[in-house]
């Protein structure tokens, strides 16, 4: 079965820390993109990747890092200068790069922060 | 960026249809309308999109005002399992590089049995 898969689905790390999410694709698709959802909130933006080794930060970028050595894979490195990183990250993707074509998200991962 | 304007909450009862409205008063003439879905902890999942005429697909029908600066989803027999956020966007893909969409708080569907 194609699809986004992300690992694990629940992450518990002490304050200081970093911390790696995976997301993984067999979609073979160009463009993949992480969102961070708080309680009750609609998805904000972190970063995004167009294309292999190439990636642009989104909306709230700061306390994050992210790499995209190889097309199926886009793992969100969540550092301790993040200030509240407990929330639950989903990763998405999308076939091209123009905005036409629809994002498959994957389950997410909730990090929980202490 | 075009924002669209949705209710924060709607109910519905099992097996009846339902209508989710969408205001876009600001939308541009190569935007689409696009139409998410997000059920309790998991990720969005697209539902169905389209430009200027009603669009149906097995999910969903989408109907856009003729002068488009509004949308309704429209579940035709709601389920339990229909209960869910509903995310209405603009996307323009004749824009240049990425657009920077943001999901807002979409209208979270309840649906009763």
């Known amino acids: 079965d194609g699809g986004i898969t992300q690992s694990p689905k629940y992450l518990f790390r002490k304050e200081g820390q970093n911390v790696t999410l995976s997301c993984e694709q067999n979609?073979?698709?160009?463009?993949m993109y992480w969102y961070r959802q708080d309680p009750g909130q609609g998805l904000r933006l972190i970063y995004y990747s167009q294309i292999v080794n190439d990636f642009q930060k989104g909306d709230i970028a700061e306390g994050y890092s992210v790499s995209r050595e190889k097309k199926e894979s886009f793992p969100l490195t969540v550092t301790s200068a993040q200030k509240n990183p407990t929330a639950f990250y989903l990763c998405a993707s999308s076939i091209g790069q123009t905005n036409s074509y629809e994002q498959y998200f994957g389950p997410g991962t909730r990090l929980t922060v202490t | 960026d075009a924002k669209t304007t949705q209710p924060n909450s709607m109910e519905s009862n099992e097996e009846e249809p339902v209508h989710l409205p969408c205001n876009h008063s600001?939308?541009?003439?190569?935007?689409?309308i696009h139409w998410y879905r997000q059920l309790p902890s998991q990720g969005p999942e697209y539902v169905i999109h389209?430009?200027?005429s009603n669009v149906n697909n097995r999910m969903a029908s989408l109907a856009i005002a003729e002068d488009r600066k509004s949308s309704t989803l429209i579940l035709h027999r709601a389920t339990l399992r229909d209960a869910a956020v509903y995310y209405c966007i603009l996307r323009d893909p004749h824009s240049g590089g990425y657009q920077k969409v943001t999901f807002g708080t979409g209208t979270k569907l309840q649906v009763i049995p």
């Open positions: 600001t939308i541009s003439g190569t935007d689409y």
């Open positions: 389209g430009l200027t």
């Open positions: 979609l073979n698709h160009d463009a």
